[in-house]
């Protein structure tokens, strides 16, 4: 359990597309996107990529079999969005509940790709042996209050359609937005997308604490990917000042950018920021994010430190040391 009035958020895959294991990677991570956030007694976990098999494999030693509860909001049904959920331990015993949420409309086709992806000719256990997995529910399209926690959606640009998730507690607020291409190109309003979309993004995020944003690609990678559906770092860092929030952290790594090349794109984004209260940062598996209101600080992890240096030692890796 959290201590009162904290929020934490610790990243569990940050990696788009699909895994990257390899020694060049590993200080950034290599697991498909999931994230942990913790807030009271309450486990919120987003999406359910290959990160999320640690995270259960955590949760059922740390319940000395007592029964877990946890939540999970799926942002959409691409497989590196749920490709962990099979592997996820506490989802296949009765005495746990997992109750698991899409966006307003979605519930029918998530729970359809859940499915897919255990049939038989993919995976050897069907998805009705997790027993502790509940029939997705529909979030509200306003509001929802899931304990203490208020989730809001908002549709975003990519193929399929992918939801954008803004939570918030009294100790802050952070927005999820996991794959999305900008509305805008190199910041110019474009023909492909109505500037209204632009608008109501900003909106929606305006003043968040933290916004965990898709930053797939670089800006001359981007310009041979329009219309891939994923993030570019320029438009990354405009969208971030516009909507005023305080820290963005780039997620949904590409598989082929090494932690070099990650370091190089924050320190391409950091001038970017210059003259406004921002701070940028790359999404690590090795690091826990804390938001305490007013202040949003970082709990470091042995051997990496964070906001600076960049480029943190490489050491050996380590167990992260749970905050709850
Ligand atoms: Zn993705
Ligand atoms: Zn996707």
Known sequence: MNEAG??????????GS?????????????????????????????????????LGDELLQNAQ?????????????HWDHIQGLP????????????????????AEQLQRALDAQMAPEHFPVRLQQMRALQPVRELSRETTKLGNLLVRTVRLNHPGGCTGFRIESAAGHLAYL??????????????????????????????????????????REYANRIGWGH???????????EAGARRLLFFHHDPSHNDRQLDEMVEIARPMAFGSQLLVD????????????????????????QLQPIIAPLAPLMRPEKVH
Do not use: W
Request: net charge negative.
């Open 6 to 15: 904290k929020i934490t958020v610790q990243f569990r895959g940050v990696r």
């Open 18 to 54: 699909i895994p990257a294991s390899a020694p060049e990677n590993m200080r950034y991570g290599g697991n498909t996107s999931c994230v942990e956030i913790r807030y009271a007694d309450q486990l919120l976990i987003l999406d359910a990529g290959s990160g999320i098999r640690v």
């Open 65 to 77: 079999g007592n029964p877990i509860e946890a939540t999970l909001l799926l942002s959409h049904s």
């Open 87 to 106: 592997f996820f331990a506490p989802g296949y015993s009765t005495d746990n509940r997992i109750t698991i949420f899409g966006e307003c409309g979605r």
């Open 178 to 219: 996991p794959d999305h291409e900008p509305y805008r190109i190199h910041g110019r309003p474009s023909d492909r997308n109505p500037e209204s979309a632009q608008r109501e993004l900003i909106e929606f995020l305006r003043g968040v604490d933290l916004l965990i944003l898709d930053t797939q690609y670089t800006a």
């Open 231 to 241: 993030g570019c770092l320029p438009d990354s860092v405009d969208l971030a000042i």
């Open 282 to 305: 790359v999404a690590s598996e090795h690091e826990i994010v804390s938001l305490t209101s007013p202040n949003i600080g970082v709990i470091p992890m042995i051997g990496f430190s």
